[in-house]
């Protein structure tokens, strides 16, 4: 892995784990619906103009648009939907903690459902993830966690796990921004849709909104997809998803930093034990790689 992988890897990795405490702010000031899909309007015809100036083609193929279409709905309005509804009753921390778990949700159910091969290391993983999320949860629920807010995190971590397991294997075929910008107008239809409904329009607009929401529409908004992107077409999506184990860590110092949330032994040590077995399941995918012929 050369030295812009793993540049482009640890800046996936802090933008997207910030996106839960920018998040946290936005929530406090303005309903969560509208901001969200307010910003997945901007973010998203921001991604389109860029792609348009580039001159990348919106003509996809089948299996793009079916990748816009499963990511719009399950990535940005259930999983991110869910997530900010659920942040105004619960911490940061906790969200990046569970919204992190999706690369070993993923490989738990492409081995109990589509009999997918697991290797001892990956098993392990498994099993270490369990454990820090179970002493995470306890330890946060015993300490009066909103369990309606958690049940929200969980529905949403698993919308993600089934979205990413939809699509696995799919390619921008070079069109990264067209097709990052297209899920994203995607989620902001869904979203606004409930946001019309149920929420009523009722702002605190204050500095600190205005800036955290210019900052999660266009970091982890639109950057962070599309840092991802390039980075899945440069060392594959298997290695790339190593970064993943970085998310616990920054995900609880981001919102230790910025929001003065508290971090519990328990909490250090879950996050220690869930990021080592993200780092053991991508290994051991790593480790069953076979080399084909192109």
Not at 108 to 121: A, D, E, M, N, Q
Not at 130 to 136: E, F, K, P, R, S
Not at 142 to 168: E, H, Q
Not at 246 to 269: Q, R, S
Request: glycine share 12%; aromatic share 10%; hydrophobic share 60%.
């Amino acid at each position: 892995m050369d030295f812009k992988a793993l540049f482009m890897g640890f800046a996936f990795a802090a933008m997207w784990s910030s996106a839960f405490t920018s998040a946290r702010i936005i929530v406090q000031y303005a309903p969560p619906l509208t901001a969200l899909s307010l910003r997945f309007l901007i973010s998203g015809l921001l991604g389109c103009a860029i792609a348009w100036a580039l001159g990348q083609s919106f003509r996809l193929t089948r299996r793009q648009w079916t990748g816009v279409l499963v990511f719009g709905l399950c990535q940005n309005a259930l999983y991110l939907g869910l997530n900010f509804v659920a942040m105004q009753s619960v911490q940061a921390s906790l969200a990046a903690i569970i919204g992190s778990t999706m690369p070993l949700l993923v490989a738990l159910s492409g081995w109990l459902i589509f009999g997918t091969k697991v290797r001892p290391l990956g098993v392990a993983g498994l099993v270490a993830g369990i454990i820090g999320v179970t002493l995470i949860m306890g330890a946060r629920l015993s300490g009066g966690t909103d369990v309606f807010g958690l049940f929200l995190l969980i529905v949403g971590v698993v919308s993600l796990t089934a979205a990413t397991l939809a699509v696995m294997g799919a390619s921008s075929g070079g069109n990264v921004l067209a097709i990052v910008g297209l899920q994203l107008l995607v989620g902001a239809v869904l979203t606004a849709i409930p946001a019309v409904l149920f929420e009523p329009f009722v702002v605190a607009w204050n500095p600190t909104l205005i800036v955290a929401f210019l900052y999660t529409t266009l970091v982890p908004g639109l950057a962070a997809t599309w840092v991802w992107f390039l980075l899945v077409g440069r060392i594959g999506a298997v290695r790339a998803s190593t970064f993943h184990f970085l998310n616990p860590f920054l995900g609880v110092l981001i919102a230790a930093g910025f929001l003065g949330e508290a971090v519990g032994p328990l909490d250090v040590i879950g996050v220690v034990i869930i990021a080592a077995g993200i780092l053991a399941v991508q290994m051991s995918k790593q480790g069953a790689i076979v080399t084909t012929p192109r």
